[in-house]
């Protein structure tokens, strides 16, 4: 069975490690803070100026002036900071933030990553993501394996405008944890429990190599 937003969600959370600053996009990324666990303790960073981000707000928390970069009410914790745009993309580009969270409309077999137009499409801005890959030390993806009409999302080239080159290391998608190889090509290491590495070989257009067994996703 496929994954959903929410299990994508929580494996990316399995990647957080102790002690790191953390960069969550618009979207599927901005769910990885409601499932970190308890014991870790990491800031979570959002472009438009806050270090140490909580989890979504319950109704009765909302403030409507404590957004985060993709305009959605959130929660801060103990010893958050709040501060200027200029001085978080500060942050970002000094390469202060160690693992970057993003969603992404294409990703090619080299880590090239597409998320922020398509062509003849309205755009309201870019956002920062075109800093946070050229800065963060990890860039791992959320995003489907396949569009809406079914085609892959995971190429030999982007097709889409480029946001930042040879710069993902990991994508989790609801059918599989794949990792970008420095040589080209995806690495399968997961697949969602019950999808077979046939179906992802079926879903994905750029080269994917296959190691051996390929355990389940565990949750």
């Known amino acids: 069975m496929a994954l959903d937003k929410i299990g994508i969600a929580k494996r990316i959370a399995q990647e957080v490690k102790d002690g790191m600053y953390i960069n969550l996009g618009i979207g599927i990324p901005t769910l990885v803070a409601n499932y970190i666990p308890e014991n870790i303790n990491v800031e979570l960073q959002s472009e438009n100026g806050l270090l140490g ?13 404590l ?20 001085e978080s993309f500060g942050m970002i580009r000094g390469k202060h933030v160690n693992l970057t969270i993003l969603g992404a409309m294409e990703v090619s077999e ?53 946001t930042g080159l040879r710069c993902v290391k990991k994508i989790v998608t609801d059918l599989a944890v794949l990792e970008v190889l420095p040589e080209g090509g995806f ?3 997961e697949r969602a429990p019950g999808i077979s590495v046939e179906e992802i070989k079926a879903a994905t257009e750029g080269k994917l190599v296959v190691d051996g067994g390929v355990p389940e996703i565990k949750l």
């Open 67 to 86: 957004i985060n970069a993709g305009k959605q009410t959130v929660t801060y914790l103990p010893g958050a900071s709040i501060f200027s745009s200029a």
């Open 110 to 162: 080299n880590g090239d990553i597409a998320n922020w137009k398509i062509p003849g499409k309205m755009v309201k801005g870019m956002g920062g993501a075109m800093d946070l890959v050229a800065s963060a030390e990890n860039i791992i993806v959320a995003m489907q394996h396949r569009s809406r009409d079914g085609a892959s999302k995971l190429l030999k080239e982007c097709t889409l405008p480029i």
């Open 187 to 189: 690495r399968l290491l």
């Open 53 to 65: 981000m909580g989890p979504f707000p319950t109704e009765e928390e909302v403030d409507a002036d």
